[in-house]
């Protein structure tokens, strides 16, 4: 088995495919990997690590795709990347396929068998290849980080000769992965921290961080969450009032994170240019959500922007400011998946097709967009003109 790992070219992507520990695991497996020089040098990996765990380095992404029966990514091909692939070519990466249909096609086109990694379904058994839990978990640190950057105060409570410090406030909206990450590590800080979700469970991993939960807690509350783990869009009428208590309590804070996504969907907008308005000048507020449309009104892409004396943090790509971190985490979440497509005794390639973490992932295959979700809806034929 030929595995190839290259470079991104994706601007602003440092992170990558594979790590030297993981470059051993496939070796163990049966694999040969061949590694375009430099792919890990941005994550912290030089060549010569890769060659010590038993990969060979080569120049160009050409030479190291030709040939591969498989490929590990961060980011889906590009369409200029995939003359390069062989038809049949197992590509495994983060696709991004909502809204982007002829990227899709391309994929098929190429006859690549493209596996979206962030469609993995939350199960016991996948959760080691969760790549959405394990590098949003690095962005709800890394947003509090950068946020503390900005922000022109001390976060924890200082009592000198002088004069105490107050302790600064810190409110998260979205208590998933990275929105607790961000509350553990605000409260790590010394921060007062008080966070809210519309998925009843949170309430308790809110409380168990130390913070304290602001949310409407109403009867549509308790049934806002999907038998997946998701947030459920919520009513024009619990948003409202879920809205009016959240300006009151943004009043008050220094630091806001948000976090909140709904697969599919544009991001849901949080908070309004008077919610930001009514923060006091140099508080900062981080949107995680802003590669998505934004939670915040005001943020922009790739921007730390400042209005009326608000910062907004609108980071690109945040678990890839932590590309050293974030790497082998993703590269451990690629070697989980595709080890379940090894068949280990005669060490060859034996993908499992009818497997449920196949058929979620899957995108493209045979020169088709094969997911349900994605593929080309057909026009039923109608009954027009029958006899």
Do not use: C
């Amino acid at each position: 088995m030929k595995i190839a790992v290259v470079a991104e070219v994706h601007l602003g992507e440092p992170r990558v495919g594979a790590t030297p520990d993981t470059v051993k695991r496939l070796v163990a497996l049966g694999g040969t990997v061949v590694v375009e020089s430099g792919a890990g040098l941005k994550a912290g990996i030089l060549d010569a690590e890769y060659i010590a765990a038993g990969a060979a380095v080569v120049a160009s992404a050409a030479e190291a795709l030709s040939g591969a029966q498989v490929v590990l990514k961060v980011r889906r091909p590009e369409e200029a990347e995939l003359s390069l692939y062989t038809p049949g070519t197992i590509v495994l990466a983060i696709m991004d396929p909502h809204g982007h249909e002829a990227a899709l096609e391309a994929m098929a086109k190429a006859g690549i068998s493209a596996f979206a990694m962030e469609l993995m379904p939350r199960i016991t058994r996948a959760q080691v290849m969760d790549v959405l839990s394990s590098q949003a978990n690095l962005a709800g640190y890394r947003a509090i980080i950068d946020a503390s950057y900005e922000f022109n105060r001390a976060l924890p409570q200082m009592m000198t000769a002088a004069g105490t410090v107050p302790a600064g406030r810190v409110f998260v909206m979205g208590a998933g992965v990275a929105g607790l990450q961000a509350i553990a590590t605000a409260r790590r800080l010394g921060a007062i921290v008080t966070a809210t979700d519309v998925r009843p469970a949170s309430k308790d991993q809110v409380a168990s961080l130390g913070a304290k939960f602001i949310a409407v807690e109403d009867e549509e509350f308790k049934q806002a969450e999907s038998a997946t783990g998701y947030a459920k869009p919520m009513s024009a009428e619990y948003q409202a009032k879920q809205a009016a208590l959240v300006a009151e309590h943004i009043k008050k804070q220094d630091i806001v994170v948000t976090t909140a996504l709904i697969p599919g969907r544009p991001a849901p907008r949080l908070l309004s240019a008077e919610m930001v308005a009514s923060m006091r000048p140099g508080s900062v507020v981080v949107d995680l959500a802003v590669e998505r449309g934004g939670n915040v009104e005001g943020s922009v892409a790739g921007e730390v922007v400042e209005i009326g004396g608000v910062k907004i943090i609108g980071h690109h790509n945040m678990p890839g400011r932590l590309a050293a971190s974030a790497s082998p985490l993703y590269a451990k979440n690629l070697y989980n998946f595709f080890e379940t497509m090894v068949d280990k005794s005669a060490k060859t390639l034996a993908v499992k097709w009818d497997d449920e973490l196949v058929k979620a992932t899957l995108i493209t295959r045979d020169g088709a967009v094969v997911h349900p979700s994605f593929a080309p809806k057909t026009v039923s034929p109608t009954s027009e003109g029958a006899a």
